[in-house]
């Protein structure tokens, strides 16, 4: 059975910073590319970023510069150093692996940017 589980949200005020993680088991996390949304109350889900299993990153414009995805293949974990937060951040922030026709999503991780 395939999980992925986010943790490192939290509360941080802006201009700070936050790493997310995304831990996963049941999969051959290597070949597949992941990825990490958000929803923010009242809006659609969104993408952030993916990262390929080559490594080939991408990131929507509202992050560029600010957020970095990475991934290490020998932990089977992927991650998002968020940086420069701004409270228009604030979301919960999900976790996705794909490859081909399959998808798995994580239960998803608070970011809450606040002073």
């Known amino acids: 059975q395939v999980q992925l589980v986010e943790s490192g949200g939290g509360l941080v005020q802006p201009g700070g910073s936050l790493r997310l993680s995304c831990a996963s088991s049941?999969?051959?996390?290597?070949?597949?590319?992941m990825g990490w949304y958000r929803q923010a109350p009242g809006k659609q889900r969104e993408l952030v970023a993916t990262?390929?299993?080559?490594?080939?990153?991408n990131y929507a414009d509202s992050v560029k510069g600010r957020f970095t995805i990475s991934r290490d293949n020998a932990k089977n974990t992927a991650y998002l150093q968020m940086n420069s937060l701004k409270s228009e951040d604030t979301a919960v922030y999900y976790c996705n692996a794909g490859r081909r026709r399959a998808e798995y999503w994580g239960q998803g991780t608070q970011v809450t940017v606040s002073s």
């Open positions: 990262i390929t299993s080559d490594g080939n990153t």
């Open positions: 049941g999969m051959l996390f290597s070949i597949y590319a």
